[in-house]
């Protein structure tokens, strides 16, 4: 059994062939177990959890991410993040343990590069300008992830509501070639763009659909809650929207539950997941006017198919 800490993680799956591998992964299907959540009084005060997330490929793989959320730890001077991960993945045909891998890195690689699958099949191969909404730990592999697929982007803008974390991550952001920028004005910064990517924990709209220009691509990450909002409900309207899987982008994104709920959007109008993409059941962006939505749901699915991918990938070292 193989073990995978942080570094190793990063240094074995650079975006380059990490984004075309998880794409050639959706050509076989999977089944997702229910998701096991459970919760203790934190001596703290609140509530510390512990989150399982299943995935099947039934004769190929399986494995779960096991999350503990412990929101004390940033408190009490332990030096521990509220947030820690583990996966473990077992062999599909004969049920053996074959790798346990470090959960926050890889959550990090399978999180970017399946927004840049979204991009492979929906951006515009001539984006010269990507719009980074947000600075957080996702935001800079975001960056690195699309200029994978569109190599022709010679801009990358980052706006955050702290300037000083925007300009934190221009300073460490390492793309030869690239204009790397801070922005404030939010709004003249989405008219520019020409690839949208936002990570943000938002509850009010940032983006908003009249600033859209024709051609554009809006890279949903953030929502996972039906009360959190990325984008408003015109720049779902004037888009085609597409989604990663349909489980969790369709039941837990507040841009599309909303957009349900006000008749605005049906789940008969999301075009297709990537899934569909990958397979060649939609051909993706249409036209070079077209707007385009790729909401980034996430999943247990996309843990398993990074980690598989990640064992794949790496030949050095013993085996633990």
Request: charged share 20%.
């Amino acid at each position: 059994m193989r073990f995978f800490d942080s570094s190793q993680v990063h240094g074995a799956l650079p975006y380059a062939s990490l984004v075309p591998a998880l794409i050639d992964a959706h050509h076989r299907d999977v089944d997702l177990s229910q998701s096991l959540l459970q919760t203790q009084p934190s001596a703290g005060g609140g509530e510390d959890i512990f989150l399982s997330l299943p995935a099947w490929q039934r004769g190929h793989a399986m494995g779960a991410k096991l999350v503990t959320v412990f929101p004390h730890n940033e408190l009490n001077g332990s030096g521990l993040p509220s947030v820690q991960a583990v996966f473990v993945l077992f062999d599909g045909a004969n049920g053996k343990p074959r790798a346990v891998v470090d959960g926050t890195a890889l959550t990090l690689r399978k999180t970017a590069s399946d927004s840049a699958a979204g991009s492979h099949f929906l951006a515009r191969e001539d984006c010269k300008s990507l719009l980074v909404v947000g600075a957080g730990a996702l935001a800079p592999h975001l960056a690195m992830a699309h200029l994978a697929v569109r190599p022709a982007i010679r801009r990358v803008a980052v706006w955050n509501r702290t300037a000083s974390r925007a300009a934190s991550m221009v300073r460490d952001l390492d793309l030869p070639g690239v204009e790397l920028t801070t922005v404030r004005d939010l709004e003249a910064a989405t008219r520019e763009a020409d690839l949208i990517t936002c990570a943000t924990m938002a509850t009010e709209p940032l983006i908003l659909g009249k600033w859209l220009k024709p051609g554009t691509h809006l890279d949903l990450v953030g929502s996972f809650r039906t009360d959190m909002h990325e984008c408003d409900g015109e720049a779902i309207s004037r888009s085609s929207v597409f989604v990663d899987s349909p489980w969790s982008a369709l039941e837990d994104s507040g841009e599309l539950i909303t957009a349900f709920s006000e008749g605005t959007l049906s789940r008969e109008d999301i075009q297709a997941d990537l899934f569909d993409l990958a397979r060649g059941k939609h051909p993706g962006r249409r036209s070079g006017r077209e707007i385009t939505v790729y909401k980034n749901g996430g999943g247990g699915h996309l843990d398993l198919m990074v980690a598989g991918i990640l064992l794949a990938e790496d030949s050095s070292g013993p085996a633990g």
